[in-house]
């Protein structure tokens, strides 16, 4: 009987890392060699999908640095993005929440330019949080 709890013991541990998602060494190692190609919107979602469980330190930062290009160099590709997030709400939470004090100031200003000069009407609800999202991270930035 001994052997049999044990055994349903290691299962549910097991279970419950699976679930909570631990970031292997290799998940790790993958997740930071995929930032040098998060080069749209769909890529970065992948990228989510697969390695969000390793978003810390230097990858988070690679992430981060990643969604600002995109917002910065290609804001045309907005839309994308909008179809993205409207698919998952915890992507749109994640790529916001990348919009951070890390990032150069500059982008961030340009980041609230576009977002409130050049926002698509079909995106107006998504700009507001990336201004918003920039202009706390510029507050942030100067504090």
Sequence with gaps: MKPFIFLLVTIFLSAS?????????????????????????????????????CDEGSIAEGNSEAVIRLLVDKWKTLPELGSLTKKSPAFENWVLSHIDSTLDSDDL??????????????????????????????HEFNS
């Design 17 to 53: 890392n699976a679930i909570a998602g631990e970031c292997t060494i290799k998940d790790a190692e993958a997740a930071e060699q995929a930032v040098d190609h998060l080069t749209n919107w769909q890529a970065m979602n992948d990228n989510f999908t697969r390695y969000r469980q």
């Design 109 to 138: 200003q340009k980041t609230v330019n576009l977002a409130t000069s050049q926002c698509p009407v079909s995106e107006r609800a998504l700009c507001q949080q990336i201004s918003q999202a920039a202009q706390a991270a510029i």
